[in-house]
């Protein structure tokens, strides 16, 4: 009887360790969970649940719901809750230093919607360096044009002055580099593509050789001498052949021409017809498109001036059906910086030339809006 009286003891002594046992591991455990679930519901990440519950900020979460900007700045550890409420009107922005950068911005008196300006046109690199800048009043005016840069930021504010443009043309004309004028400063090129862009403002190296060339059928050209990128090329003969049908004959009087060429080219018009000319009509070597191989200066076979020409007529209309597009329009050289070539075309594929095409729009033009970002 005493045996089993001691066993029965023991076991109740067994029981009252497990109860405490739960009481004190398994309920705040339990409790954690529930916090955390509460948290996961509301989206946050697990690295941002963890932060929250230790900073205690849990009620302050559960009251704005998910922020992907709170999230991040929980989970990244730099949290301050004097800035909550801008948190919740920011755009986030991967960025090393994003709230670093974010904080300061603010601390320098720049509005959320200016903040997520500055962050959204620039790199990390390029947000810290504009900290050191005093703080600057037509953000919104330059920054809210979506292919607008913070690097170009003074530049947008000095060519405004002095032209008297609206915003989103000041900004279009800088990003090209008409505020650096012609050759000064220019953007090296340094690899080939088929969307390449040459002018006076992008320089292709000395040695800069595009790497497709093939030699251009004298069928189809004014001397055995000419060379093409091969997709030009193939895009050519097919425009020709069509054009063929209806009795008109494209030729090609000028295709690849190397950096010497072009020295060579310059000398000569420079010598013939003096600096203003070349100014509007030659470019420097480097400069020209035609260092590419993708652009082309075609003749009619039987018309002298191209732009008299039947076939002239028929290219505005085709060219782009074939990926080519008239490079030097009309009334553009304040954008394209070349004075009207009906001559001169460029191969830029049949997706491309057949927007630019539609829209009446130019590649320097296009180039800034949607591929130099
Ligand atoms: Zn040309």
């Known amino acids: 009887m005493k045996k089993k009286l001691r066993l ?4 109740k002594n067994l029981l009252l360790l497990i109860i405490l046992l739960t009481i004190i591991v398994f309920i705040p455990i339990g409790y954690k969970m529930y916090l955390e679930n509460q948290l996961m519901k509301l989206k946050y990440s697990k690295g941002a649940i963890s932060e929250i519950l230790k900073q205690k900020e849990l009620d302050t979460v559960k009251k704005i719901g998910y922020s992907e900007t709170v999230d991040k700045a929980f989970s990244t550890g730099k949290f301050q809750k004097k800035y909550l409420e801008s948190y919740l009107e920011l755009t986030y922005v991967n960025h090393e230093n994003y709230f670093e950068n974010v904080h300061q911005l603010l601390d320098l008196g720049y509005s959320e919607i200016e903040v997520s ?21 037509d953000i919104k005016a330059f920054l809210s044009i979506d292919f607008a840069k913070l690097e170009n930021y003074d530049r947008y504010v000095n060519y405004q002055i002095e032209e008297r443009t609206d915003e989103e043309e000041t900004v279009l004309l800088v990003n090209i580099g008409f505020d650096r004028g012609y050759y000064e400063n220019p953007n090296m090129v340094k690899t080939y593509s088929d969307t390449i ?7 292709l190296e ?16 004014v001397d055995d001498e000419q060379k093409l990128q091969k997709i030009a090329y193939d895009a050519f ?22 950096f010497q060429d072009q020295v060579g080219t310059y000398q000569f018009y420079e010598e013939l017809y003096g600096t203003n000319y070349v100014n509007r009509y030659v470019t420097k070597a480097g400069f020209s498109e ?8 075609v003749k009619a076979r039987d018309v002298n001036v191209f732009a008299n020409s039947n076939e002239f007529t028929w290219m505005k209309e085709n060219a782009h059906l074939y990926g080519f597009v008239m490079r030097y329009p009309e009334d553009s050289e304040h954008i394209t910086g070349c004075a009207y070539e009906a001559w001169h075309y460029r191969y830029l594929g049949v997706e491309l030339a057949t927007y630019l095409y ?3 729009m130019t590649y320097e033009e296009y180039y800034v809006r949607f591929l130099d970002k």
């Open 197 to 203: 862009l040459v002018n006076k403002f992008n320089q």
């Open 237 to 258: 003969i097919k425009m020709a052949n069509e054009a063929k049908k209806e009795d008109l004959h494209l030729l090609v009087n000028s295709s690849y021409r190397s």
């Open 290 to 297: 035609h260092q590419t191989g993708l652009a082309i200066d």
């Open 117 to 137: 300006l500055i962050v959204t046109h620039g790199s990390n690199s390029e947000v810290k360096k504009f900290l050191s800048h005093e703080k600057a009043e």
């Open 206 to 221: 000395e040695d800069f050789i595009p790497p497709d060339l093939v030699s251009v059928s004298e069928d189809y050209a």
């Open 8 to 11: 029965k003891k023991r076991y």
């Open 358 to 360: 539609e829209n009446n």
